[in-house]
Each structure stands twice: as structure tokens, then as C-alpha cells.
């Protein structure tokens, strides 16, 4: 099965309508530099692949980090199209392909990074094991918003650390694109949930379902002592990063607790893990994309999704700027400069 997809950069034009066989797109041309239009051949589904007419691209923090030069773990080489999450209605499937068909729509995290085509642009073909089918109930923005976080707080909590009913889980940064999707996925399967977050974001946690905790003014032995009795929470899973994991060592459960980070960069002391006899988990949600292997586990997800949104049980929060192609570097400056008050969305139409 082919897992990447060449795409030949021409003259940069305006955004206009795309003549057939071609789309409009964004390229970043080299580190730091403009998101350029360029009018592009649309590209044709390989076999297991599935042409996708994109209409929504989230925008994560990673893309801002990969225009800056500063995600050579993300191995996106320039020139390229960013964007690794999308939402859109499938135009037309390669051989072998069978799950979906023109109409369908669909939503993954499919591409941005290991030099596969990203989702600023009208048109993607995109392997059919990295998406699913769109939860009915939510806008193709809201779709959009989803699957990279959802894969991250899945992979973490289900897959590493199997949450469930009796668990106790502590979810460090619960107002963040990653953390209100963890909350809302450890609440869904039944689990007591906690969210660190500011006390202007307590409304909202509380409103997702956790009990709010105030990092800036609650010591961690504090809420430690205030909601385990001092025994530790069952699962912490940080989404920050840097002392924030080291505040996760000193939050879980002697013996039984699990720590898992989806930032987990940094050098930290493991001593006081290892001194309650706890264990700890990375997640690496990119890996798939990168070697191509276990990709249908990211359907396989993504499907999950779709059935908790559509049950009423996980609604993504969306930043209230409305962004399109010719505005997505806005949209980019905004996520880059942490001013974002929820995912950020770019609405793409072909």
C-alpha cells in the first residue's frame, strides 16, 4: 500500500476557483516562512487510498511548531502542505478500497507530517485506515477539531492505562484541546474525573463533567490529601508537560497508579514514581503516520469517537474565530501565540 503522496509545488496564484484537476493550497515554501497559495494538481487515490474533499482543517500546535523549524520529530520536509487533521466528504476511492464511498463523509488525522500532503488544501488523498466515518451530530468544523486529540487522549487512557468505572483520574491542563477531550473520554467509560486548570476556566471543567482543581492556589499535596484521602489519584495523565509531569509523579497512587504524559519531552527525575511503586507511559500519537504501521488502530479509534459524539458524550470546544485559506496564517499566529480559546478551525471549501 502506498503511504505517501509526491506533491508537485507550482507558481503561487490567488485563491480562485480551482479549474478541473487541480485544487488550491497552502505551502510553506521553508521554516518561518508565509503560508503561499498555489494552484496544484488535485491528486488521484492509489489503491487503499480515499480522495477526500476537505472542508474543515484543525490547526494544532504541532503545525505552528513544524513552520517554525522546531519539530524535526514530526519529519515534515519542505516544501510541504500542513495540516494534520481534516474533515471532508469522500470524492472518489482507490482500488481495494471498500469502507467508503463517494458521499461519505469522513474525518481523520491523516497527513501535516512524515512528508504526507496536509489539510490546507481543497483535496487530499489520504489512506482509508486513518479515518472514519463523521459523527452525524457534529459540524464538519467540530469534526474537524478531533482526531489528533482524541487519539491522544485515547492512547493514553485506554490503550496505556485502561481507564474505568472505580478509577479515580486526575487530568492535568482539563480546559486544553488534549485535556477537555481526555476529560470527557475518562468520564464517558465511567471513571471519577479531576482537571487542573485556571479559575476562570473552572466553569468549563466543571460543565465536561470533572471537579475543577486551581493549580495557580492548590499545592498538589493539597488536592492530593482534599480527593484521595492522600492516597493518590488512580491514573494522572498530563497534557503539559515539563513540572507538570514531575507534579504527576507526586499526584498518582502508591503501587497502583499510572502516570502518562503526551508531552513527556524533558528530563525528569523517576524517583519519586519509582518510590510508590507506580508506572509511567508515553504517548507518541504520530507514530503510525511515520512508519506506517498499526495506522487501522486510528480508524479503529476514530470510530470510537464518532459513536461517543454521536451519543451525546464528547463535544469538542472550538476557538470562536472563523478562519478560510486566505486567513490561516491568523489562524496559525493565534494557536502559536497561545491565544487560543479552544481548537482553532480553518474552513476550507473546494
Not at 289 to 309: D, P, S
Amino acid at each position: 500500500m502506498n503511504t505517501t503522496n509526491t506533491v508537485h509545488f507550482k507558481k503561487a496564484h490567488t485563491m480562485t476557483t480551482s479549474p478541473v484537476n487541480t485544487m488550491q493550497a497552502l505551502v510553506l515554501e521553508s521554516a518561518h516562512g508565509a503560508l503561499t497559495p498555489q494552484l496544484l494538481p488535485r491528486p488521484q487515490p492509489e489503491a487503499g487510498q480515499v480522495l477526500v474533499r476537505i472542508q474543515a482543517s484543525g490547526v494544532n500546535p504541532l503545525d505552528t511548531k513544524i513552520r517554525a523549524g522546531a519539530a524535526e520529530h514530526a519529519q515534515q520536509p519542505l516544501p510541504a502542505i500542513l495540516g494534520m487533521d481534516l474533515a471532508g466528504i469522500v470524492e472518489d476511492v482507490g482500488p481495494g478500497v471498500s469502507r467508503f464511498k463517494a458521499g461519505d463523509e469522513v474525518y481523520g488525522f491523516t497527513g501535516g507530517i512524515g512528508g504526507l500532503q496536509g489539510s490546507l488544501a481543497q483535496y487530499a488523498a489520504v489512506d482509508e485506515r486513518l479515518i472514519a466515518r463523521k459523527p452525524a451530530n457534529l459540524t464538519m468544523r467540530e469534526a474537524s477539531a478531533l482526531p489528533l486529540v482524541f487519539i491522544t487522549a485515547w492512547e493514553g487512557l485506554v490503550d496505556r492505562a485502561n481507564v474505568r468505572s472505580g478509577h479515580k483520574v486526575l487530568v492535568h491542563g482539563g480546559a486544553g484541546c488534549v485535556g477537555h477531550v481526555a476529560v470527557q473520554l475518562a468520564r464517558a467509560r465511567g471513571a471519577e474525573v479531576f482537571a487542573t486548570g485556571t479559575a476562570a476556566q473552572a466553569g468549563y471543567i466543571r460543565s465536561i463533567g470533572a471537579t475543577p482543581i486551581d493549580y495557580e492556589k492548590t499545592s498538589v499535596e493539597s488536592y492530593v490529601n482534599q480527593f484521595t484521602e492522600g492516597k493518590g489519584f488512580d491514573i494522572v495523565y498530563d497534557t503539559v508537560g515539563g513540572p507538570v509531569l514531575d507534579a504527576s509523579f507526586l499526584a498518582t497512587r502508591r503501587y497502583s497508579g499510572h502516570v502518562v504524559t503526551s508531552l513527556g519531552w524533558g528530563t525528569h527525575k523517576l524517583a519519586p514514581l519509582s518510590f510508590r511503586g507506580a508506572t509511567f507511559s508515553g504517548v507518541f500519537t504520530l507514530l503510525p503516520i511515520l512508519t506506517g504501521q498499526f495506522r487501522e488502530h486510528h480508524g479503529e479509534i476514530m470510530e470510537q469517537a464518532t459513536m461517543l459524539a454521536e451519543s451525546g458524550q464528547l463535544k469538542p470546544l472550538l476557538d470562536p474565530g472563523t478562519f478560510t485559506l486566505d486567513t490561516a496564517a491568523e489562524a496559525h499566529a493565534l494557536v502559536a501565540e497561545g491565544r487560543a480559546r479552544g481548537k482553532v478551525v480553518v474552513s476550507v471549501s473546494a
